[in-house]
Structures are given as structure tokens and as C-alpha cells.
């Protein structure tokens, strides 16, 4: 496996995640590397990747860079058996840019609206209406947000910051977003995520299985054959 990333703390930090899921799974990293997050060729960087051989392509990306990242695999004719992005394949705009070439692209979400939990139906309705699109998983987080915000004050009966902080952290139950627990510095510990990859223009969950909406596509076939 290669990793690439942006020189960024969430860059680096998934970067480093990738490479302890990759020791503990026993994928063997042939090659990581940085890159500036105002960079706009990744030429170089991807040629090095051609030269280590990897199977599979990690990147800890925004946007931007794994739209350009995608379009300048092609142009290089560098296919791998999977690329997985973590931001970018999971947005609509990924999509919309690369068209037929976002196909088998993968990523990780946080909430997909086929997952059924308190609310989905109604707030992707409601997003679908007003936005003319599915919602992201960064939306109906901000969304739960709110939502336990709201709770918390009504259960503290009070603002007070330190009340509801109290609440916030024994409180155990299920949101919009998913399931909600935090560990005592208040890290989530009940919410798992999910993989997913462009299938035919749409996101699909891959992993878990038990919920998954379609079979992982791999190996991605080659640019030619497409």
C-alpha cells in the first residue's frame, strides 16, 4: 500500500491511522509520503507511486487534491487494484466533476441516508427537498448536533455550559447521526463508520457488511478497460 497526504494534521492523522490499520492487518507500506495542501500537480507524487507498485493507493485528502489526484491517475495510466480518498468520493461534487471516472473510488462516511436511525427518513426528505440532493454525512452531523444540544438543555433544564456538559457526557443513546457514548475525555465510543464506493454514478456501503447496499468492486478495473 502507498499513502499520500496532505501536510495537514487531519493529512497526517490519517496517514498514520492508515499505516496502524495496515501493520495490524499485515498490508506492508511500500511508501508514504506529503504533500503542500495548496498543491495542484500531483505528477511527481503519483509517478513515485506508479514506481513503489502498490496494490492499493490511501489518501489523506480534502476535495480538491482527490478530484485532481483521480483525474491525474488516468492521465498517467496508473491503475491499482483500489484507491480510497478520505474526503472526496463521498461528496456529491466528486461525482459531478469526474463523472464516469469517480467509478469504484472509495472513501469512509460517517452516516449514509439508507442507514436507518431516529429522524432519517424525515431530515433527508426534508434535505432532498430544499437541496435537490442526498445529504452528506457532515450535514446530518450538524443536524444531531443540534439535536442533542437541544436535549441536553432540556434535560439540564438550564444553559449552563457546565450542565450541559454533565449531561452530555453520561448521556447513551441513538441520534440522527448514530449511536452516542463518550469515553471520559469525551471521545465517541459507540458509533462505528462505514466504507463506501462510487457503483454506477451512486455511493454505496461496502463495509459493514451488515450494512452494506451493494459487493465491493475489486480489483478496480484498469483505465483502459472501463
Known sequence: MAIVNQDTA??????????????????????QEEYPKDAADFTPLLI??????????????????SIQIARQLKELGI????????????????????????????SMSEWEPGIKTPGSDR??????DAHGEDPVYQAAGAYATGEMLEEAVRRAGSADRAAIRAFLAKYEGTTLFGPYAVDERGFQRAKGAYVIQIQNGRKQIVWP?????????YPMPAWGTR
Do not use: H
Not at 16 to 25: D, H, I, L, S, W
Not at 48 to 53: G, M, R, S
Not at 89 to 104: S, T
Open 79 to 106: 491503475s491499482l487494484k483500489m484507491v480510497a480518498l478520505t474526503i472526496g468520493p463521498d461528496q456529491p461534487d466528486f461525482i459531478r466533476a469526474l463523472g464516469k471516472d469517480a467509478e469504484n473510488f472509495m
Open 10 to 31: 487531519f493529512g497526517k492523522d490519517s496517514a498514520e491511522f492508515g499505516k496502524k490499520v495496515a501493520a495490524r492487518v499485515g498490508i506492508r507500506v511500500v511508501m
Open 209 to 217: 457488511k451488515e450494512f452494506s447496499t451493494a459487493a465491493p468492486v
Open 48 to 65: 513515485k507511486v506508479k514506481q513503489a507498485a502498490p496494490d492499493l493507493l490511501l489518501g489523506g485528502t480534502y476535495l480538491p487534491e
Open 123 to 128: 431530515f433527508t426528505k426534508q434535505y432532498r
